[in-house]
């Protein structure tokens, strides 16, 4: 799909965005607005290359695609300065490589943190009050009657919920938990406004955390420091009947490891948005009555959607025309 054909900087997005704004912007700008409508969910290296071309002044790509020496290369070669994942996290893309070919590396923090964070919070209760395993038990029929055991599941109230990486989104996930009594954090909590809704320890140690807290959520971003941060030995200190919720990166957790305690404790219960090798679940995670799954959709709400679009779309204009980048993570 092209808007504005003869536009001066010929832009692409790997895919379809929500909203026009977005478009609107880059074509208001003098950019030829390129939009791949290819069916495949997750454009290989080739794919884009292709994209890319013999001239492309940038890129709003996505992260599922791998940004590395070789794309950064092929965009630097077809004159492009300009890259923006439309995602705040961006494991996906080696900012070293893109400074090394001249590429700006642009992301879309902050119209995703109350969107991702109301999932974090969905997640939990959804958990703690077993809301899918009663579902698929109605559909399936088998209610025949109030019964006292019926899935019988944990009050939040007064429990500790524990959260690890308490930047944006998992501040903002604390907040929400405020039908808790006590947050326990690994890491500085930011209040809003001043306000502490909520009473608020810091741990000294992760352990200290995983011991202690009912429900975990996990909100740091994915390194090489927090690759399998949650592993077997870390799930063994965790409360037997705790809850874990993942919306951050799925190789934060051990999934495989993940797997065997949900198998070994059936009371442990997670929810889990994203997964280590999307799009797909490691072997037994879709049998286990214990957890909760969702295919990464934290930030999927029409407003922050619509929002990052026009954040990333931002990130190459500025880059393109030399106003102000919004979010620069190789700057
Ligand atoms: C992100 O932005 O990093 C999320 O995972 C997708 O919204």
Partial sequence: ???????????????????TRWINLLIDQDCRL??????????????IIALIGEKCDGVIGQLTEDWGEVLFSALSRAGGKAFSNMAVGYNNVDVNAATKYGVSVGN?????TETTAELAASLSVAAARRIVEADEFMRAGLYDGWLPHLFVG??????????????????????????????????????????????????????EVLREADLISLHPILDKTTYHLINKERLSI??????????????????VALVEHLKENPMFRVGLDVFEDEPYMKPG?????????????????????EGMATLAALNVLGKIKGYPIWSNPNQ
């Fill in 285 to 305: 995670l879709a049998d286990m009555k214990n957890a909760i799954v969702v295919p990464h959709i934290a930030s999927a709400s029409k407003w922050t959607r």
């Fill in 154 to 207: 944990n009050l939040l109230k007064g429990q500790t919920v524990g959260v690890i990486g308490a930047g944006r989104i998992g501040s903002a996930y604390a907040r929400m938990m405020v039908i808790s009594l006590t947050l326990l954090t690994y890491g500085e909590f930011l209040k809003a406004n001043g306000e502490q809704p909520v009473t608020w320890k810091r741990a000294a140690t992760m352990e």
């Fill in 238 to 255: 965790m409360k037997k009947e705790a809850i874990l919720v993942n919306c951050s990166r799925g190789p934060v957790v051990d999934e």
């Fill in 108 to 112: 879309t923090p902050g119209v995703l």
């Fill in 34 to 47: 390129e939009i791949c409508t290819q069916k495949k969910t997750i454009l290989s290296v080739e794919d």
């Fill in 1 to 19: 799909e092209v808007w504005n054909p003869n536009g001066k900087y010929r832009v692409i997005s790997t895919k379809p965005m929500p909203g």
